[in-house]
């Protein structure tokens, strides 16, 4: 029986997931991060989280992911994510809804969870700063075609990815210092989204291409001087934290499946400060669970 039989039905559409990393002040300690950069969030609708709200995304992409709304936001100040309700009424989501991303997990039931094939191409990319992250889609010379995961007999498409400084998603109030999240596709235009945390170690020549061709203005684009395959973003262990959220940009739609990477993979601090040059703060606050399960898979090593 499928561990998410209590989802909601998904909304039929395509979208483009932009994802945002919220940045740190001191260093990189990301605890110090939400006083710098951000302000509590307005009280959203439901029960308060397991642990106190810390730290979002999206312009439209290419083909098949999460689709920003039509106004302008950030994610602080006047049209940060406070007020991204009121900036359109397309954004009602992200303060009236009840299964919103990211979130804290401060505990998860365990459990043998159906496995995940993940199939990724070796492909050639374009890494675009979308004004909000660093976006990699995939080119037509691949047929758009980064690989996949399968899921249940289900297959997602891989359709871009995005990286947040720090992590998004924090583990018992830990917050890391970035998130890369991996955006799929299923046919029937249904989302699930790999999420995989970063941590400070060696330098991880994963990032080499695509930190390369990062533009350094919003809105342009550079080809990747080589290929690149999302498999060398996974883990040694694929053991995963799943649960049913949403997008982590306006408009906030809900109806994702996440796949949280229990083990982090490293990245070296001068990386990590690459990406801060052009992106200070850019992650949503962990938003309420509601009465919502997490689980953790026992399944894989």
């Not at 990301?30 to 308060?48: D, M, Q, R, V, Y």
């Not at 199939?119 to 758009?144: C, E, F």
């Not at 990286?163 to 210092?177: A, K, L, M, V, W």
């Not at 490293?266 to 509601?290: C, D, G, H, M, W």
Request: aromatic letters at 8%; a neutral charge; glycine letters at 8%.
């Amino acid at each position: 029986m499928a561990w998410y039989l209590r989802r909601t039905s998904r909304a039929m559409f395509v979208m483009a997931l932009a994802i945002g990393t919220l940045a740190c002040s001191k260093g990189d300690d990301p605890s110090s991060a939400e006083a710098a950069h951000g302000e509590p969030p307005k009280a959203t609708k439901g029960t308060a989280s397991s642990s106190p709200a810390t730290d979002g995304h999206g312009k439209p992409a290419a083909k098949g992911a999460h689709a920003g709304a039509p106004s302008h936001w950030e994610y602080t100040g006047p049209t940060g994510q406070r007020y991204w309700s009121e900036l359109d009424q397309s954004n009602l989501k992200c303060v009236d809804g009840s299964a919103q991303s990211p979130i804290n997990i401060a505990h998860a039931t365990l459990t043998p969870l159906a496995k995940i094939t993940y199939d990724y191409n070796l492909a050639p990319v374009k890494v675009r700063n979308n004004g909000h992250t660093i976006q990699v889609d995939y080119l037509p010379a691949s047929g758009y075609d980064g690989g996949k995961i399968t899921l249940e007999n289900k297959v997602y498409k891989l359709r871009h990815l995005n990286f947040h400084r720090p992590s998004e998603h924090t583990i018992n109030g830990r917050q890391f210092p970035m998130e890369v999240q991996l955006v799929h596709q299923a046919d029937d235009q249904s989302l699930a989204v790999v999420g995989v945390l970063m941590d400070i170690g060696l330098h991880n020549g994963a990032f080499d291409a695509i930190w390369a061709a990062m533009p350094q203005k919003p809105d342009t684009a550079e080809v990747a001087d080589k290929p690149f395959s999302a498999n060398s973003l996974l883990p040694r262990s694929l053991s995963t934290l799943r649960y049913q959220g949403s997008l982590t940009t306006p408009p906030c739609f809900e109806g994702v499946l996440w796949l949280l990477m229990k083990t982090p993979i490293t990245i070296a601090q001068t990386q990590v400060q690459q990406f801060r040059k052009l992106f200070e703060f850019n992650s949503r606050y962990t938003q309420p669970l509601n009465g919502r399960d997490v689980y953790e898979d026992t399944s894989e090593p």
